[in-house]
């Protein structure tokens, strides 16, 4: 709204959900197409290295390249949740919190309950850690 690039949008009859669901698809294909061009790079690399050592590997990195597409699908969905309630600049603070908390989980998990100081820090802390295992 406040650039005005929403205007012509809003002109026409498209309900809220209509705009945040093209949305997250145009990101979430836009995230395809650089993760599709990333797995092709790592497929031609590890084939070069195979030809270059002289094995041969039963190479899978297309496979991670959709989970690392489904990592970055939940994260742009996480961007537009906050997003629709906060300022630019909150949205992407919270969204990459939530981002750093989710790559610390096992740490988080092997913490140590005398840490925590408390009878409940056990249970606090593995529904804290499994609440933010998906990000």
């Known amino acids: ?3 005005r690039t929403l205007y012509a949008l ?3 009859p ?3 959900w209509e705009f945040l669901l093209g949305k997250f698809g145009g990101l979430g294909r836009t995230l395809a197409v650089n993760t599709a061009a990333m797995a092709a790079g790592t497929a031609a690399g590890n084939a070069l290295r195979e030809a ?3 094995t041969r590997r039963n190479g899978r990195c297309w496979w991670g390249g959709v989970f690392h597409w489904l990592k ?4 742009v969905a996480l ?17 990459v919190g939530l981002y750093i908390v989710g790559l610390y989980v096992q740490e988080l998990r ?12 056990a249970t606090s802390r593995n529904g804290l850690s499994y609440l933010c295992a998906e990000f």
């Open 52 to 54: 270059f050592a002289g």
């Open 10 to 12: 809003l002109a026409k």
């Open 14 to 16: 498209v309900r809220r």
């Open 1 to 3: 709204m406040d650039k």
């Open 110 to 121: 092997n913490l140590p309950v005398e840490v925590m100081r408390s009878g409940d820090g």
């Open 72 to 75: 970055l699908a939940l994260v």
């Open 79 to 95: 961007a537009l949740l906050f997003a629709c309630f906060t300022t630019p600049l909150l949205a992407i603070l919270f969204t």
